[in-house]
Every structure is written in structure tokens, then in C-alpha cells.
């Protein structure tokens, strides 16, 4: 195992003990949302001032917007928490988004194949489909779990939250590409900013929880 793999190994195990505090302190959430979202608008602002250098209105545009979806999507992230069956259901949509971007990681590194677009020369059609892989079965092994009923609307679920992580990936990628930067940032060992991190969770968490209400 590289130097490389195995800080990404030993983040992602620190980030997984996270989250299951997250999942068991409220109060632990919050902090850990707040600190997520001040790197986020941080690594945010870093991109768009590269991008638009010398247009201060249009870097005052895409960063307010930004600043408001991340204040936005914590808040709703901690109120819709109180309630256990939503946080319950939250939670479920993150972890089917860590599924997807691991399914994606494994197949991509395993099976590599064609690109799957310019725009991230390390985003494979392999790697695409073992997200949606990965993603789909993760949510149908987890709501099982909890309802012990079979239903394959959950497969389509499970399909709609990959995607949507995948396109949020592409976009943050397709940023950081005009930007040339190759990471968000380096908060992360092995896996770089904290944007590289949650760009598709940004994107498939809120869908994800849409698609539940118009499904259910």
C-alpha cells in the first residue's frame, strides 16, 4: 500500500469514528457541521478567486450563493435531525453517499477502463458504475435492515443518490480543473480539502431526501 493510500485509509477511519458521533451526539454534530462548513466556504472562496481573479463582483456572486446553500444545507442537516425517524433517514442517504464514492473508488482503481469524462480525467465508467453498485445495494442492505420488507424502489433510490453525488463531484471537479488546482485544499491527509470530500454528499444528500418524500 502507498504513503498516499494508506493516509486515505487512516483519514477515512478517523472520518467514520466522526460520524458515528455525529450519529450519537447532537451536540457533536453541530460543531463538527459548523467546522466542515467554515473549511467548505474557505476552500470555496480559494477556487472562485483563482477562477475569476480579476472580477471581484462576479467572486462576491458565486460566493454569497455558496455561503447561503452550506448555511442552508447544515441547518436543515441539524433541525431535520431532531426528529429520530429523519435523522434516521438522513443518515442512511450520507452513508449510501460514502457507499457510492467508495464503490466508485475500488471499481475505478480495480477495473480502471475508459474515462468517463475530460473533465475529471480519474472518473472512469468503471468506477461510475460500481457507485451505483455499491450505493444501491448499501441503502437496500441498511432500510432492510430496519423495516425487514423488500422493496425495489430502493434500488432506484439508492441509483438517484449516486448519480446525484457523481454530478456534484463533476461540478466541484470541473471547478477546481478551471482553477487548476488539483485539491480543494489539504485539510484532509490522503484525500485533500474538505470540498473533495462532501462535494457529492452536497448535491446527493438533499436530493436523496427528496426522492424519499416523492417516493414514500
Do not use: W
Not at 73 to 89: A, G
Not at 131 to 154: A, C, N, Q
Amino acid at each position: 500500500m502507498t504513503k498516499s493510500l494508506q493516509k486515505r485509509f487512516y483519514t477515512s477511519i478517523v472520518l467514520l469514528l466522526l460520524l458515528s458521533l455525529m450519529i450519537i451526539d447532537k451536540y457533536v454534530m453541530t460543531f463538527f457541521l459548523m467546522i466542515v462548513g467554515i473549511f467548505s466556504i474557505l476552500e470555496f472562496f480559494k477556487i472562485i478567486k483563482k477562477i475569476f481573479l480579476k472580477n471581484n463582483i462576479k467572486q462576491f456572486f458565486f460566493n454569497i450563493i455558496f455561503i447561503v446553500y452550506i448555511f442552508s444545507f447544515c441547518t436543515y442537516f441539524v433541525t431535520l435531525s431532531s426528529f429520530l425517524h429523519l435523522k434516521i433517514l438522513i443518515f442512511i442517504i450520507l452513508l449510501t453517499c460514502v457507499a457510492s464514492d467508495i464503490g466508485g473508488f475500488l471499481f475505478g482503481k480495480i477495473l480502471k477502463g475508459p474515462k468517463l469524462t475530460k473533465i475529471s480525467p480519474n472518473k472512469t465508467i468503471s468506477g461510475a458504475i460500481g457507485s451505483l453498485i455499491f450505493s444501491s445495494f448499501s441503502i437496500f442492505i441498511m432500510i432492510y435492515y430496519l423495516t425487514k420488507s423488500f422493496d425495489p424502489y430502493i434500488f432506484l433510490i439508492g441509483c438517484i443518490i449516486s448519480i446525484s453525488c457523481q454530478i456534484g463531484d463533476l461540478i466541484f471537479s470541473y471547478l477546481k480543473r478551471k482553477s487548476f488546482l488539483k485539491d480543494s485544499g489539504n485539510f484532509l491527509p490522503g484525500h485533500g480539502g474538505i470540498l473533495d470530500r462532501i462535494d457529492g454528499m452536497l448535491l446527493g444528500i438533499p436530493i436523496g431526501f427528496l426522492t424519499f418524500l416523492i417516493v414514500y
